[in-house]
């Protein structure tokens, strides 16, 4: 069973065991959260979201519609996911542009991803990074715009 703490505000029905969600975070209706992730305080999580298991996300992160996070994902505190590619005040699309986290990746503290882009599996972004193309599999990123510094092994 997840372990909710009483002043988060979770309308999700489909938390997988073992998934723990912190103090004043929001989760919608419909949103899935797979076994042993770690929603941290502050966090909100919309309903068309997917995050997978082993998944911690810090505090301070909105993961808008359209998101999908695989299995094994770091996301650090304040990082900024985005799904909308030209937002106006009332003006919504028919469809959100989410992001995609591939398995093991790891996105540093306020880091920034702009919408419809790709992280590779077992990518590493850096703090600060403003990612603004697909990242490949296994490359660390930093910047603003986000560059490939190297690449790691697993």
């Known amino acids: 069973m997840p372990k909710i703490h009483k002043l988060a505000d979770v309308k999700s029905t489909s938390i997988g ?3 723990r969600v912190w103090q004043f975070s929001v989760i919608f209706e419909g949103a899935k959260i797979g076994e042993r992730c770690n929603i941290c305080a502050h966090t909100l999580v919309e309903g068309d979201v997917v995050i997978g298991d082993n998944v911690t996300i810090k ?3 909105f993961v808008w519609d ?5 299995n094994d994902v770091f ?3 304040n990082v900024t996911l985005t799904n909308d590619k030209f ?5 919504y699309p028919n469809g959100f542009a989410g992001i995609h986290i591939a398995t093991g990746a790891s996105v540093g503290a306020s880091a920034t991803i702009l919408p419809g ?3 590779g599996q077992y990518a590493m972004i ?3 990074a ?5 990242v490949p599999e296994y490359a660390v990123v930093a910047g603003n715009p986000a560059k490939i510094i190297r690449y790691i092994e697993k």
């Open 17 to 19: 065991k073992e998934t």
């Open 59 to 61: 505090s301070g992160v």
């Open 117 to 119: 882009l790709t992280i």
């Open 66 to 70: 359209g998101t999908r996070v695989d």
């Open 130 to 134: 403003v990612v603004t193309k697909n």
């Open 75 to 77: 996301i650090g505190p």
């Open 87 to 91: 937002p106006r005040s009332k003006i």
């Open 126 to 128: 850096g703090a600060g």
